[in-house]
């Protein structure tokens, strides 16, 4: 079992829900973090982008209104650098997707069961 990991999630969002349900059932012990309310820093995303070893445009919520509003995909396509994206997602907790979990040595971005698994039983 790993130590308390930080879990960062929208109450609202059905898929956090079922993300905490998971990590209740399984015992993980976690300091739960409302996304929007403290929504995270342009230097803790480059942080966890960096430990999540992924590409930093995956930390958007694709699906979410305000990335379609923004035409963040063109912008994107275009080219943004990494720290550009970090200061964009840190201006609004409904951009960054949803759930995330960060531990010590990982950073999970969203719920997959079998990811979730792996580095956190």
């Known amino acids: 079992m790993s130590a308390r990991v930080l879990f960062l999630q929208y109450p ?14 399984h015992g ?15 230097e803790e995303l480059a942080a966890w982008q960096k430990l999540s070893g992924l ?24 080219g943004m650098a990494d720290d550009e994206i970090f200061a964009l997602l840190a201006t ?7 759930p995330l979990v960060v531990g010590d040595s990982f ?3 969203g ?5 979730w698994e792996d580095a956190l039983l």
Do not use: Q
Request: glycine share 4%.
């Open 92 to 98: 609004e907790g409904m951009l960054v997707k949803r």
């Open 55 to 78: 590409p930093a445009r995956r930390f958007f919520n694709t699906s979410g209104k305000l990335y379609r509003e923004l035409g963040i995909k063109d912008k994107l396509a275009e």
């Open 111 to 115: 719920f997959k069961e079998a990811a």
């Open 12 to 25: 609202k969002c059905s898929t956090c829900r079922k993300a905490k349900k998971w990590l209740d059932e």
């Open 28 to 42: 993980v012990a976690y300091t739960d973090r409302h996304i929007v309310e403290e929504n995270p820093s342009a």
């Open 107 to 109: 950073v999970l971005v």
